[in-house]
């Protein structure tokens, strides 16, 4: 009898399990349709190559806070896909944190950026 219970409670489960497998599959398919439309609208800037950029020792690799504020506009309206110039992005203001994370924070952090970047 309790050989059963859990041999139909199994089946059941499994079932589920590749219903919802199923159906997470063919809305990946649907999404991804919309996802590739929408790129191939795009133009295609990029030369396949990610070069790396080291900062020179003894520079000053200060941006100045017009061109920070216009690149932070940017990737807010980059990342919202604000393309209509009705809809404006306006950054009132900004601060520079300390940079209080230790240098392996702040490598693995780098890495993660590029590895999304390729």
Known sequence: MGLDITAIGMTIVFIALIALSVSIYIFGKIFSKNRSAKRSELPDN???????VQPESGVNNQIPEEELIAVITAAIQASLDIRDAGKRVIVKSFRRLPASSSVWNAAGRMEQIGSKLV
């Open 46 to 52: 990029n030369s396949g190559t990610v070069r790396a």
